[in-house]
Each structure stands twice: as structure tokens, then as C-alpha cells.
Nanobody, 115 residues
Framework: VQVVESGGGSVQPGDSLRLSCVVSGFTTDEYSIGWFRQAPGKERELVATIDADGRSDYADFVKGRFTISRDSAQRTVYLHMNNLKPEDTAVYYC??????????WGQGTQVTVSS
């Protein structure tokens, strides 16, 4: 089982990024996939999720700016991030979850928003 994030980088305020989460060993139709982030000195927080049925949910602080989507054939979940702000700077993590014991995390990808 693997969860691998990519797509992070350094951008300016107002820019966009697309993060990718590629999973192996399970499918995105069986597991809920979540994007989380952790800024230095802060707790890890939920950003967005997409469940096995394709229903999505977002944290209030990203509603209207971020969109989660998936390509089940590619076992990939995307996080489209628009109008990025400096406070979006964090390491972004992806996880796949089906139960308390079936939970897999990736290694994270850094997003830095700075002028």
C-alpha cells in the first residue's frame, strides 16, 4: 500500500497549484481520501475529503478556493488550489481511509505561498 503526494512548490499570493495523490494497493472507489495540512508549530488540520461515493467536503477556510476531485482509473485524487494565500503555507498530506485500522498516509508535499 502506498500513498504518494506531489505537486507542491513555491508560489506567490493569488497563484494556483494542483496537488496529486496517487494511491496503490487500494482504490479511490473503496476508500475515502482526505487532504490535510500542517503548518510549522500547528496541528495537522483537515482541508478536504472525497468519499468512496464521490461526495466531497471542505474546511471553511478553503471553501470557494480549493476543489477536490478524483480520477478513479488513475487511482489519483487532486486538490486544485486557487487564490492561494500566505496562510495556506504548509506541508500537505493525503490519506486513504476505510476504517480505523485501514488508514494510510503519504509523506507530504510542501506548499509555500510568499511574495
Amino acid at each position: 500500500v502506498q500513498v504518494v503526494e506531489s505537486g507542491g512548490g513555491s508560489v506567490q499570493p493569488g497563484d494556483s497549484l494542483r496537488l496529486s495523490c496517487v494511491v496503490s494497493g487500494f482504490t479511490t472507489d473503496e476508500y475515502s481520501i482526505g487532504w490535510f495540512r500542517q503548518a510549522p508549530g500547528k496541528e495537522r488540520e483537515l482541508v478536504a475529503t472525497i468519499d468512496a461515493d464521490g461526495r466531497s467536503d471542505y474546511a471553511d477556510f478553503v471553501k470557494g478556493r480549493f476543489t477536490i476531485s478524483r480520477d478513479s482509473a488513475q487511482r489519483t485524487v487532486y486538490l486544485h488550489m486557487n487564490n492561494l494565500k500566505p496562510e495556506d503555507t504548509a506541508v500537505y498530506y493525503c490519506n486513504g481511509r476505510r476504517s480505523v485500522t485501514e488508514l494510510y498516509w503519504g509523506q507530504g508535499t510542501q506548499v509555500t505561498v510568499s511574495s
